[in-house]
């Protein structure tokens, strides 16, 4: 028969520590996120696209996946 976890076992991350630092910060201030930013800018500006999520979140996932060229 299996006992009962103790309250440390239920433990989150949530539960744990100051909450993370933005994912994306190492490319903020970069070229490659103003040119990003300004790229997606037009095209929410021109209603080609539609933002769900906030901005930063959108530029910093690019900026994530074009490191990796």
């Known amino acids: 028969m299996q006992s009962k976890p103790s309250p440390a076992q239920l ?3 949530a539960d744990v520590g100051p909450p993370s630092a933005f994912p994306y910060d190492l490319y903020k201030g970069t070229k490659v996120w103003e040119i990003v930013d300004k790229a997606i800018e037009d ?7 539609a ?9 910093g996932y690019i900026c994530k996946q074009l490191e990796r060229l």
């Open 43 to 49: 095209l929410a500006n021109n209603h080609d696209i």
């Open 51 to 59: 933002e769900t999520t906030r901005r930063d979140y959108i530029v």
């Open 11 to 13: 433990q989150t991350k």
